[in-house]
Each structure stands twice: as C-alpha cells, then as structure tokens.
Nanobody, 114 residues
Framework: VQLVESGGGLVQPGESLRLSCGAS????????IGWYRQAPGKQRELVAS???????NYGDSVKGRFTISRDDAKNLLYLQMNSLKAEETGVYYC?????????WGQGTQVTVSS
C-alpha cells in the first residue's frame, strides 16, 4: 500500500485548506486510516482518523474546525481544515493500518503564517 498526500501550502491564519490522500489499495479494507501532523521540534500527533473499532476520531485541538472524509470509490481520504492557526504549521501525514502493518505517506507541508 502506498499513500500520497497533496494539498498543502501556505495560508494565513483563519483561512482554510483541504488535504487529500490517495491510496494505492482499497481504503475500505484498512483497519484505520487518518491524518497526523508533526510541528517542528514536536512529536507527531493525531489530527483525525477513521477506524473500525472507534469510528471517527479527532484530536481535541481540531474538533469543530477540521473534518475528515473519504471517497471509497476513488480510494481518497480528505482533511478539510478551517480557521487554521499559526501553531498548526507542520507536516501532515496520511496513515493507514492494514493487517497489523502501518503505512505512512511522505507528508505534505502546511504553513500558516501572516
């Protein structure tokens, strides 16, 4: 399975951005698929995910502003990010878990700055 993220870029605080993650396999078969981010000098953290066991899950800091969605027919995962904040600058990664094997995309840079 390969994951390829796109949609990152430079936006100003308060603006929106939508990320996409394309999977080489059927995302319906994944036990978990989601988005993580890593800010400079910080650990990678959960942004949002779908899992068979938990369902939809969001990091506390993004609830109400970010929306994760999926298009199973196209094997695409999306992350709609609204009201972005400067501290949300970082690399956003697509993550998937299938049969106990975790896969990561290469990441896409999101920079929130005025």
């Amino acid at each position: 399975v390969q994951l390829v993220e796109s949609g990152g870029g430079l936006v100003q605080p308060g603006e929106s951005l939508r990320l996409s993650c394309g999977a080489s396999g059927s995302i319906k078969s994944f036990n978990l698929i989601g988005w993580y981010r890593q800010a400079p000098g910080k650990q990678r953290e959960l942004v949002a995910s779908f899992s068979r066991s938990v369902g939809t899950n969001y990091g506390d800091s993004v609830k109400g502003r970010f929306t994760i969605s999926r298009d199973d027919a196209k094997n695409l995962l999306y992350l709609q990010m609204n009201s972005l904040k400067a501290e949300e600058t970082g690399v956003y990664y697509c993550d998937a878990l299938l049969l106990g094997v975790e896969k990561w995309g290469q990441g896409t840079q999101v920079t929130v700055s005025s």
